[in-house]
């Protein structure tokens, strides 16, 4: 089945169709969003809950999460078709908020996530698969704007024939914003000469007591791993799919809703064929 027809799948989702989602208590069944051009979600203190958020038109959409104290919020959102996305995270103290991305044609997505209180923490894991002339792009900035938050950023891209892909990433830390654990890390896959990805992460710190990493490397396959591969009798085109399939595959499947994660797995296997 594919992503889609199970994100629309009401037995399997609760669809919404509004500008304000209030999620109250702890909600088993995730929510599903498809196509919106502008959405609040707001989590109450104490309350948790799960979003998949749905991109297949090109539409250009404005999505606020508010996640009060004690809260969390997992969202997973897909990207099929050219959406541009701008997502705002505002979390309250002792919060958590996780996210999982794919990006499986051209789109444009701007993450910015702002801890408010003490003790929150945000994941934040995607990954954007990028072949002929696609064009990817994501952007995320993290903000310690308190002491004793926690965050940690990956972004892996893959890019094929002469397409492009971008990372934009900033972790900042106000002043006095102590014991901020942050690391943000862009790691990508080139796959021919005319495929560019472009990765820019920055650290931007004003306190002192802080544990910050970042890094970003762009390359290519592992030239002595498909040779071994190729040696136990897999082809080419199969051992470049396995790498590269091993290589995104742990951010796909942190996706937390099972049918799902093994739909986007089926999505993703598919996309890699093609490039």
Known sequence: MKVQEIIRNGEVFRPFAGEVLRIGGSCE??????????????????????LVLLHDSPVESEIRLIVGDG???????????????ALGVEQAADSRCEITMAELTSAN???RVAMNGRGAECAL???FLATD????????????????CRSNSLVKGVAGGSARG?????????????RTDAQQQSRNVQLSREARITTLPQLEIYADDVKCSHGATVGQM?????LYMRQRGLSEVQARALQIEGFVGDVVRRCDIEPLREALVEAVGAKLERM
């Open 29 to 50: 069944q995730p929510w599903a969003v498809c196509d919106t051009r502008k959405l609040t979600v707001e989590v109450a203190p104490g309350a948790s809950g799960r």
């Open 71 to 85: 809260a969390r919020i997992s969202v997973t959102e897909l990207f099929m078709a050219e959406a541009f996305v």
């Open 109 to 111: 997505v701007d993450y």
């Open 125 to 127: 894991q995607g990954v």
């Open 133 to 148: 002339q696609e064009h990817c792009a994501v952007s995320v900035r993290v903000e310690h704007n308190v002491p004793d």
């Open 166 to 178: 971008e990372f934009r990433g900033l972790v900042y830390v106000a002043p006095d914003a102590q």
């Open 222 to 226: 592992d030239a002595d791993a498909i």
